[in-house]
T-cell receptor
Framework: EAGVTQSPRYAVLQEGQAVSFWCDPI?????LYWYQQPRDQGPQLLVY????????NSQLPSDRFSAVRPKGTNSTLKIQSAKQGDTATYLC????????????????FGPGTRLTVL | AQKVTQTQTSISVMEKTTVTMDCVYE???????LFWYKQTASGEIVFLIR??????ENATVGHYSLNFQKPKSSIGLIITATQIEDSAVYFC?????????????FGKGTHLHVLP
């Protein structure tokens, strides 16, 4: 079974440039998450989807960030006009649907995209 | 609101000993799920073990086990017979029940150093 894939693995930008991150979750996983992980910190939830629907994007830092998952499979996270404070690793994770009675399943993480904004 | 706190920034232990990493959480839900993940030096994050709040028995997987103290909102990770390759950052995470069942938040992590 293929894992969660992300691209690119690295990105270096000047402030003001735009960047997009792409994620392909594990087949059958209806829930997809984007996290921001600054250096030496834990993953911080940005947005998550169930199928193509955004469940919660209230943690996106600003209007410069947007995320879509148009067909309920792959997803794209975009940063318009990047700032130095956006420097971090961006992680995508996916999980199976909740089980009977709300049983929960673990998340599977992709390798991340390490973004540096100069 | 959900909150997960890991107060230990870094722990060093000798190989083949037992280590416990602490995690406390805050939730208003009566049903929730607690997870521990490991992030290796390469950046890879892998799932280790899960505890469902309604279960009284502590979860155990291989040389990982949990110390779930529900009245204290505490979920400690215990690693027995530590190995050099256990050196990594360990994250505690929580998922609540409906309607926030899809939201998962993480603590800041504990860096474990296993010394030869």
């Amino acid at each position: 079974e293929a894992g969660v894939t992300q691209s690119p693995r690295y990105a270096v930008l000047q402030e003001g440039q735009a960047v997009s991150f792409w994620c392909d979750p594990i087949s059958g996983h209806d829930t997809l998450y984007w996290y921001q992980q600054p250096r030496d910190q834990g993953p911080q939830l940005l947005v998550y989807f169930r199928d193509e629907a955004v469940i919660d994007n209230s943690q996106l830092p600003s209007d410069r960030f947007s995320a879509v998952r148009p067909k309920g499979t792959n997803s794209t996270l975009k940063i318009q006009s990047a700032k130095q404070g956006d420097t971090a690793t961006y992680l995508c994770a996916s999980s199976y649907p909740l089980g009977l009675g709300g049983a929960s399943y673990e998340q599977y993480f992709g390798p991340g995209t390490r973004l540096t904004v100069l | 609101a959900q909150k997960v706190t890991q107060t230990q920034t870094s722990i060093s232990v000798m190989e083949k000993t037992t280590v416990t990493m602490d995690c406390v959480y805050e939730t208003q839900d009566s049903s929730y799920f607690l997870f521990w993940y490991k992030q290796t030096a390469s950046g890879e994050i892998v799932f280790l073990i899960r505890q469902d709040s309604y279960k009284k028995e502590n979860a155990t997987v291989g040389h990982y086990s949990l110390n779930f103290q529900k009245p204290k909102s505490s979920i400690g990770l215990i690693i027995t017979a530590t190995q050099i390759e256990d050196s990594a950052v360990y994250f505690c995470a929580m998922r609540e029940g409906p309607p926030n069942a899809y939201k998962v938040i993480f603590g800041k992590g504990t860096h474990l150093h296993v010394l030869p």
